[in-house]
């Protein structure tokens, strides 16, 4: 395993975040670089609604939803014709994988601060960037990575 990558993912998506894009979008832009450098960036605005537990509902993290998408850079369909079970399964062991590391999926469990506070934003960088960490550290164990 390439540790060194794991680290970059992380300062990478950290760096983003800190720029100002959410934790979705920084996951997004960090994995395409990687996994699809020839989509364009644009494309980040499929996530801006993901942040802060999609739309500030509080509810599944940015974070873990970003990575799903990165996923299924890879491991998606482009067809209906296509099979969906390799896919559906590495997200749902990802997402087991989120939980069993940060013990929630819920944005609201995992970050109680106030929206936009110091402490909010120091919470949602460190899960940020470990989840890209995180999903390097996967995605090299699954072979998912060129």
């Known amino acids: 395993m390439n540790n060194d990558l794991a680290i970059e993912a992380r300062n990478k998506a950290g760096n ?72 559906y399964n590495h997200s749902r062991e990802f997402h087991d994988l989120f939980e069993e590391k940060f013990g929630s999926s819920c944005c609201r469990l995992l970050n109680t601060h106030p929206y936009e506070s110091r402490e909010h934003l120091i919470t949602c960088l460190k899960i940020t960037g470990n989840t890209a960490k995180m999903l390097v550290e996967f995605m090299n164990e699954k072979g998912l990575l060129k």
């Open 16 to 87: 983003y975040f800190k720029e100002g894009y959410n934790c979705a979008e920084a996951i997004f832009l960090t994995f395409r670089e990687y996994l699809a450098p020839e989509m364009d960036p644009a494309m980040v605005k499929l996530l801006t609604g993901f942040g802060n537990g999609l739309g500030q509902a509080g509810c599944m993290c940015g974070a873990l939803t970003g990575s799903i998408m990165a996923l299924n850079m890879v491991k998606g369909r482009t067809s209906n014709e296509e099979d969906r079970t390799e896919s």
